[in-house]
Every structure is written in structure tokens, then in C-alpha cells.
């Protein structure tokens, strides 16, 4: 994590050692000129002694704005540098920094404004010798200069560009990788959410519908009233058992395989259960093949849940629960009931079961289709892909 306090302690001894550099740039270009002067007759004169570094440090304080107006504080400095050699470093600074947006315009008036500024300034500062200078070396010097300057200040630009550029894709990377922490938690929510739901609804509501069958039947026998109530008792102790087994797979390592799921070969169990929970079910099953793990999975899940919505919401009904299906096409789940002969209570409905069960199919690239019919009853149907391969034989149970 960065400090922020420490970043306006750094911005400002970055712009004191810029500053500094630009002035000890500009000192032995000063004292040259002194130098030169002194041997003229008269000696230097006030100009060069205190008000050439006067307009210096005016130059070095301007700088401080020069990331605000970048272009306006360049032209300034390099047209202040016309009437001080001891400006020199502030003018050549300003010019590196206007580079650094990568401007061609702007680098190129900039670095003319030096130029020019430069060769004002030989008129400006007569010493002995000056004269005899060539004019294109009085060009060529100032303008070398400028181009080192504008390189160097092209170059931090890119680099600036590029740290951006990297820190940019850093935090969209961070924000992209927080996303899909997010996204997998909640994914993960969603499958403990359906597997705790599959584990216990089903039992739940047998064990409910027993439970509404010793309440609402007064004509039930001694035997008959022992047999509804071992088979409440075996269904909650199946559903603790049930409900121990996903917590375990919870809980157990990442690297650990999972128990095998329950496929289409648990179907007829499944029903026999149902019946022994007083439920009238019927199973047409002409598979004659396995299907793959996740296939098969998914519809004992999708009759697991049919059967349950059935249990809750039409007790006595009788239920009609058909599978087909061959291997390169697909398998078809039909589950249909009629309406209930006795109307109890509306149980509560909370849609998370076919909620889930939709999810779950999506997933499987099938499609779930289920309403009311006409007579009062209801019916779901559901088809899964069933892509070809190797196939085992189907053993079926009535």
C-alpha cells in the first residue's frame, strides 16, 4: 500500500533537485560570461552582477507552475533567457519539460524561442572575441542544446506513459481478479445453495407428507400408523445422513475427489422411496444406455425435485414419470400429476427449487419447460444433450 504522506514530500524534492540541476547548469555559463566581461575596459557591470541572477531566480521560481501552464511558462523562461546567461539552465529545463507532453508544435516553439533568445542575447552581452565568432556556430550551439533537451524530455514522457500505461493495467488486472473472486464466491453460494437443497427438500416433504397423513386420517389402523411413523423416522435419520454427507464434502480438503453423485441408474430408488413415502409413482423408463456422469446427475436431480413439488403440493396424486432418450441425442424427462383428491393447506412455496433446477440444466446446455394443465394437475419436462460416445447398458428396477 502506498503512503500517502510521503507522496507530497517526494513531489517536492523532485522539483528542488530539477531546479537545483537547472541552476548549476547555468552557473559556470554565468561565470563565463563574468569572465569574458572583466576583460573588457570597464569590468563587468551592474547588470551582470545582480541583475542577471535576479532574472535567473525570478526564472527558477516560474518553473514551480510549469506542469499547470506547461507551454506559456517554456516561452516565457526561454524569452526571459534573452537578458541572462544565468537563465540558461531554467530555459533549457522548461524546454525539457514541455516535451515530456510530446508535442511537436509546442517542443518546436519552444526550442525556436531559445534559439532566437540565444542569439539576442550575444548582442545583448558584447565581449571581446565575440565577434569573430561564425554566425552558424552561434546557431548551431543553441540549437544542439535544445535537442538534447527535447530529447530528454521526450524520453521521460514515454516512460511516463508506459509507467501509466502499467499501472492501469495492474488495477484493471487487481479489479478484473476481485471480480472473479466475487464471482466464483457467488457461484460457489449458488452450488452449496442447490446441493443443500436437493439433499434435503426431497426428504423434508416426504417425511411432510407422512406427517400430513397421521394428521388428516383418523381411520388409519395400529399397523398402518407404525408404518407412517418408521417411515417418518427413517427419512429424517436419512436426511441428517444426507445432510452430513454434503457437509462433509464441504468441508474436505480441495484436492480430495469428491463421493460418486447419484445418476440415472438411482432413479428407481429414488421412486421406491417416494412410494414408501405413501406416494403413487409410475416409472417408464426406456434407456437402454448410461449416459455421461453430468447428464445422469442432472436428471435424478430433475425428478428428485419433480417428485418433491409433487409431495408438497399434490398428495394422493398419482405421478407419472417417463425417461427416453438414446446416446448423440437426447434425453427427454417427463414428470406429470394429476390434482390432488384431498385439498389440505397450501403449503409455502419459496421457487428456489426450480430456480436452481433451471440453473442446473442451463448449465448443462438442456432446456426446462413446466405449467399447470388443464385438469388441475402439473407437468415438467426437461431435455438434456446427450453427446455420443462410449455407452454402458442401463439396468432398470421397477
Known sequence: MVNTDVMPRLGVWQQAWRLTVAAVVSLPIWLTTLALARKQPGGPDAWILVADPLIALGCLTLLLWRRRWPLTVALTVAVASTASACATGAALLALCSVSTRRRPVE???????????????????????????????????????????????????????????LRERAESAEREQSARAAQARALERNRIAREMHDVLAHRISLVAMQAGVLDHRQDLSADENRVLVRGIAEGSHQALEELREV??????????????????????????????SGLDVRLTDTVTATPPGGVGRTCYRIVQEALTNAAKHAPGAVVQVTLDGTAGGTLDIGVRNGPAPLRTARPPASGFGLLGLGERITLAGGELDHRSTPEGGYVLTARLPWPDGPTHSHEKSA
Open 247 to 276: 457437509l462433509g464434502v464441504l468441508r474436505a480438503d480441495p484436492g480430495r475427489p469428491e463421493p460418486p453423485q447419484p445418476s440415472l441408474d438411482r432413479i428407481p430408488d429414488l421412486v421406491a422411496d417416494a412410494r414408501a
Open 107 to 165: 517542443i518546436g516553439a519552444v526550442a525556436l524561442a531559445y534559439v532566437i533568445a540565444s542569439q539576442v542575447a550575444v548582442g545583448m552581452f558584447p565581449v571581446q572575441g565575440s565577434a569573430d565568432v561564425q554566425w552558424w556556430v552561434q546557431v548551431v550551439v543553441p540549437a544542439l542544446t535544445a535537442g538534447i533537451a527535447a530529447a530528454a524530455g521526450m524520453a521521460v514522457g514515454a516512460r511516463r506513459v508506459e509507467v501509466r500505461s
